[in-house]
């Protein structure tokens, strides 16, 4: 028979093959009006319940595999075998049928995957026994690829696993599997040697060297099967074990398993946490991939934070249990700040007072948060501390995280979830090379398994404390701003978000109305492409192409000289140019970052620009495109988290031309073929647009109001925009049209005039912008340009210094010229280096050119390195800081700094912008950072005194390796002096009747009258 099955096959070939059309449906029919022809000559694993088959090349094929001899029936027995198999991620599963032969039972499992790495149990139960040096065991196995592994099931019963609460368990791993196709019979034998083994591991794992491990209990046989893409079959044959040892009746022992052997967290009735783990790039909540989404807790209530679509807080005191249990019965996860240890004074490692268990001091914490901004001179005792909580913690053994400035390599050694970044709002960094850091700081550190990082959404806190000193009105971090930020975030790969904040919301403030919506918009749309941030991973980035201009009657030579690109990259460009995002330049235009996750992908297209960290531009493009590679099925959907729309399929050399027409800020496209993924992604979108259309529109209403009452009091100083009146009528009506396409629910529309409003409103932010950045070098060069909030304070500053009163002094610094090497010595100049940076740095005066002119030389370097070799690490550290003398200053004045540079003649410098000037009064974060040229460049900054403040002084760092010269560094004080009236006769007493008017009444009736001229 199987010989006839095999002619009939290799005919029906032949005739193809030669385009035989007559004979070859007799004989396809033959084929399949003879089953029981066919059947026996089945491949290994076909599962003919589903009637499905695989070609030879996928992974887990059944081709070239040897069938089952005498099979009789297949029939489909799930849950009734004596062998169980059960995957924990949803993306993997496990099918489990019976072959029934003429002697015997096969147990066969199918396990699907499309490629989620996990190991696969395929357990089976056996009579309780003792462990001991004898017991052995055998499994026949036949399987589609090598690597299955045989194991025993172990029990400790007088040892509680602290993760499980429940008795300890483990695998002691036996044989594996190495012919694939053929039956195999994998035996587990010195079991007293691999117990012994396990337990070291188990040990260290658990961070106990007491484990209680008498009268260890095997209870079960286990196979584990690491899953591929594909398909892969198992058939499970004989089984054998023993000999059995009985069990002491004063050992009871759970002989279900309770618990899988790896660190995940039983969903135990004991359980008071939301269980929280890191493992494999991905960080899991409830056993599921998620993208932590997290705020500081101020007591905002509980309907407010299930509103912003939150799945974590942070309670900065764990003694805080009432909060957290409150927290934890909402179903977040709890992320709590443990106690301090006492440590002897400079001695990390001697304790003077250990903590107390901390299962009983907060027991509803799922993470501990160790630190903000953890410096690396910060990192002996922080390390003391994370070690100390281990031990107090290693009953539940939860996981711990820290926010830190450098370093993260050495961190993540000791903290699970390490937090990366920095603010930069309002600061010379744009968010574009934000997103570049975060890549580049995650791809270099190596160890970062689930980075992660804080997104700005209030001023910073020295901006705060400034403002507040000064009565001035706060910069405000705009919706756009805080979008922005979260996508820099995850198209650098980062795994979860905590959005930073020092107070408590109110949302009846209108302010605070705006943040709360831009934060709930953000994280909408975070949940929406979760399964891609979640389990997916950064391939690459791609730079978007605008539309080509349309080529006329000219000539090629004419449109290559119309074309900005240079000449080179025209002729060899490409639609799928690489983004460059390990370098340190600025990006500036839209790119994408390409995401994926399984068999599809997400492009996640965002524009960058160097001034949207001030005021968001309009970040607008008609029409944009990118080539992609994609399968020859898959097809390109844009989605928002108000609908999902099909985009043409063009098919182009190197991929699948993706096209974006009215870009506007951002946009998110979804490349795949599977229609039950994409199906799934409608349902959710269905979920959510309704409120998504709801929060556009009401952010729109919001900011028109904000602005327009800012432009109101530019108006008085005139700085609004001529075009003011027209942007703002477009943009009311495009909000007018959003409510009405809300009213009927067409979510859709609504989001489309919606964004409309709020780009009209950021072209009228950015004209105001520019008219008061007119005749000032940078945004960070005057206090009051790093928002549009902000602004009425910078022209009524400038009204102060243009105003004919306002007198200008001498030069506060007069060493600042560095010509007297005398009074350089004693005036006070600081000279200020990084410890442990690894750089050798100096500071000194030197002559330069036939002027005898004697300049301030800055220098680091790295005395070890390459000649040429970039050095990423080098743009973290500022090796060098020089201060000058104090200044004498008073409140309300306004100084002025000025100065010249150039860069040095002996070091090249390694990052773009290697010098920052700041003030006393702003700090860093508010300097001035420059590009170095061979020749002289000039600098100048504005700062307004501070009430309280008598002092202050000007610095010069350097980041990273590089030589600078500073000459000519000057401080002066603008003051407004007050008007001086005319000479008043001198009069007896009683000769005129004195006026009852105060001074400065009769001075103003004087100037209206005419007798004072102003």
């Known amino acids: 028979m199987v010989g006839m099955c095999f002619i009939v096959r290799r005919v029906l070939v032949l005739s193809i093959m030669a385009g035989s059309v007559i004979f070859a449906p007799a004989l396809i029919a033959c084929v399949l009006f003879a089953p029981s022809l066919y059947a026996p000559a089945q491949c290994f694993g076909q599962n003919r319940s589903e009637g499905r088959s695989q070609g030879p090349q996928q992974s887990g094929s059944r081709v070239g595999l040897r069938s089952v001899p005498g099979t009789t029936e297949v029939a489909s027995v799930p849950g009734t075998a004596q062998w169980q198999g059960q995957a924990k991620r949803p993306e993997n599963r496990v099918v489990a049928s019976r072959i029934v032969e003429r002697s015997r039972t096969i147990e066969r499992f199918q396990i699907t995957s499309d490629g989620t790495a996990e190991t696969v149990q395929i357990s089976s139960l056996v009579t309780p026994s003792l462990l001991h040096e004898e017991y052995n065991a055998s499994v026949q196995i036949q399987a589609t690829r090598p690597g299955v592994r045989v194991a025993l099931r172990v029990v400790f019963p007088h040892q509680l696993d602290p993760r499980t609460r429940q008795p300890l368990e483990t695998l002691l791993e036996g044989d594996s599997y190495k012919r694939e196709g053929e039956w195999q019979t994998l035996r587990f034998s010195d079991p007293m040697r691999r117990l012994e083994t396990q337990l070291r591991l188990l040990r260290a794992e658990l961070h106990r060297s007491d484990l209680d491990v008498r009268q260890p209990i095997v209870s079960g046989i286990v196979l584990l099967v690491e899953t591929v893409s594909g398909e892969t079959f198992v058939d499970v044959g004989e089984s054998r074990s023993g000999p059995e040892v009985a069990i002491p009746s004063s050992v009871t022992v759970p002989i279900v398993p309770v618990s899988s052997v790896t660190s995940d967290m039983s969903q135990d009735s004991t359980l008071q946490f939301v269980p929280l783990q890191v493992e494999l790039n991905q960080i899991l909540l409830n056993k599921k991939p998620v993208l932590l989404r997290f705020l500081p807790d101020h007591g905002e209530s509980m309907d407010l934070v299930e509103q912003l679509k939150l799945n974590s807080v942070w309670i900065p005191d764990c003694r805080e249990t009432d909060r957290a249990r409150a927290l934890y019965e909402s179903g977040l996860a709890v992320l709590a700040t443990p106690p301090h240890p006492e440590f002897e004074p400079g001695k990390q490692f001697q304790l003077l007072s250990s903590l107390p268990p901390l299962d009983v001091v907060c027991p509803n914490a799922s993470a501990w948060y160790m630190g903000t901004r953890i410096a690396p001179d910060q990192l002996p005792h922080f390390l003391a501390w994370s070690r100390e909580t281990r031990s107090a913690d290693r009953n539940l053994d939860r996981v711990q995280m820290a926010d830190v400035i450098g370093l993260e390599g050495v961190v993540s050694r000791e903290i699970d979830l390490v937090g990366i970044g920095r603010h930069v709002i309002g ?179 965002t524009h960058w620009d160097k001034t949207s960290q001030f005021v968001p531009s309009t970040m607008y493009s008609p029409e944009l495109s990118l080539v992609v590679a994609a399968s020859e099925t898959a097809s390109p959907y844009l989605i928002s988290t108000t609908g999902i729309r099909g985009l043409p399929r063009e098919v182009r050399a190197g991929g699948l031309k993706v096209t974006l027409k009215n870009f506007d800020r951002s946009a998110m496209v979804v490349v795949a073929s599977d229609l039950g993924m994409l199906r799934s992604m409608e349902e959710r979108i269905h979920q959510i647009s309704g409120r998504a259309a709801e929060i556009l529109t009401r952010l729109s209403s919001l900011k028109y109001r904000r602005v327009l009452q800012t432009v109101e009091i530019l108006r008085e100083y005139n700085g609004a925009p001529p075009e003011a009146d027209r942007l703002f009528a477009l943009a009311q009506e495009a909000n007018d049209r959003a409510q009405e396409q809300f009213r009927q629910k067409d979510y859709p529309e609504t989001a489309d005039y919606a964004r409309t409003s709020l780009q009209y409103l950021r072209q009228i932010q950015v004209l105001a912008w520019q008219a008061a950045m007119k005749g000032v070098d940078s945004p960070v060069s005057y206090p009051h340009t790093v928002s549009f909030m902000t602004l009425p304070s910078h022209f009524e500053m400038r009204a102060r210094m243009a105003d004919t009163n306002a007198r200008e002094s001498i030069n506060q610094l007069p060493t600042g010229s560095f010509e007297n090497l005398r009074e350089l010595s004693t005036s006070g100049w600081r000279f200020d280096e990084a410890s442990d940076s690894g750089y050798t740095c100096s500071a000194d005066v030197v002559t330069e050119g036939s002027q005898r002119n004697s300049v301030l030389r800055m220098s680091a370097w790295l005395p070890n390195s390459p000649q040429g070799e970039p050095l990423v690490r080098s743009f973290e550290v500022t090796p060098i800081v020089v201060t000058s003398p104090a200044v004498a200053v008073q409140g309300g004045e306004i100084i002025r700094i000025r100065g010249r540079f150039r860069r040095g003649r002996s070091i090249q410098s390694q990052v773009p912008l290697p010098l920052l000037i700041f003030d006393s009064e702003l700090g860093p974060e508010s300097g001035l950072r420059f590009r170095l040229e061979s020749e002289w460049q000039s600098f100048e900054m504005v700062r307004e005194i501070a009430p309280g403040s008598n002092t202050f002084t000007i610095s010069a760092a350097l980041n990273g390796m590089g030589e600078v010269q500073l000459d000519d560094l000057s401080v002066t004080r603008i003051t407004t002096v007050p008007p001086i009236g005319p000479a008043v006769p001198l009069t007896l007493t009683g000769d005129t009747k004195e006026s009852t008017d105060p001074p400065a009444r009769r001075s103003a009736d004087a100037r209206a009258s005419g007798e004072i001229s102003n």
């Not at 000193?469 to 805080?482: D, L």
């Not at 290559?560 to 080179?568: A, E, V």
């Open 427 to 605: 600061r010379a960094e744009s968010i574009g090379e934000l997103r570049n850091q975060l890549f580049r700081r995650h791809r270099t550190a190596g160890q970062l398994s689930a980075p992660w990082t804080w997104v700005q959404v209030e001023p910073s806190g020295f901006q705060q404390q400034w403002r507040e000193r000064m009565s001035s009105p706060m910069p405000f971090v705009e919706p756009e701003q805080i979008l922005l930020q979260v996508n820099a975030a995850m198209s650098s790969g980062c795994k979860g978000v905590g959005y930073w904040k020092t107070r408590q919301f109110d949302p009846q403030n209108p302010l605070d109305e705006e943040t709360l919506l831009a934060i709930e918009l953000a994280n909408l749309e975070l949940m929406l492409i979760e399964p891609f941030l979640a389990r997916g991973r950064v391939d690459t980035h791609l730079s978007m192409q605008p539309k080509e201009p349309e080529v006329g009657k000219g000539s090629l030579k004419d449109s290559l000289k119309n074309n900005k690109q240079p000449w080179l990259q025209q002729a060899f460009s490409s639609p799928r140019l690489s983004a460059s995002v390990m370098g340190l330049e600025q990006p500036e235009g839209p790119d994408a970052a390409v995401i994926t996750a399984g068999g599809s992908m997400l492009i996640l297209v």
